[in-house]
């Protein structure tokens, strides 16, 4: 049975309560694989890294938690916790997820969309295709020409442009909503939009929705300084590098 994404439901969800389903052994014994009924950890997914934290045992004991240190969703919407620590089936269990780490990859994961929200300002015909929100690794990408001699000014812009977003701030929602109903919201609604966790949109601005199930920041001004680092363009695919200050 799938696992009930408590993260999906407001833009902060770093604690909760669950119960134990499943604990097993993996990795050659050296990890504890644990699912829960319900979870507020992330899965690396989307782009975005996966949470870490602690699963704190129904005897309340710290010394006794269950070091989160891995977060996967498989093909069926179960979500594995892969970490170390003594918990079994049954367990009434209370979760805290790390939130330095969330909100680093929550602020990344949104400063992606504000790019695409200054790609569709400037009224660049750029389709997005897959990101990359990581410390290590920020960009989106898009199916779009752009000859070389242009990448420089239009650096300039998308950064003038996704800065100006930021700096105006914004009151997002979320919205769940079969798929068929996204393109009222959202420009692009991807074929492909996984099936293994619920459909949901956040609006960033009245016109402008994406079809996501990472975590976003409630108001864009909570990114910080956005700098656009790099722009590459070749066979049809544009790519655009990018950093928050702060972050990488
Ligand atoms: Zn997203």
Redesign the pocket.
Known sequence: MATELTYLNDFVVLTGAARVLSVNAVDDDSRTDVVLDRTCFYPRG?GQDWDTGVIRGASGDFTADFTVEEVRLDPEGVVHHLGAGPLAVGDEVSLQVDVTRRMVNTRL?SA??VVDLAVERLGLPWVPGKGAHYPHMSFVEYDAVLPPEEVEAVLAQVQQAARGVIDAGSSNEIRFMPVSEMGAYCRNVPANIPTNKPARIVLYTADFG?P?G?THVADVSGIGTLTITKIKSKKGLTKVSYAVDGIN
Do not use: D, N
Request: aromatic share 0%; hydrophobic share 15%; with cysteine.
């Open positions: 989307g994961h992606g969309h994406v996501c990472g």
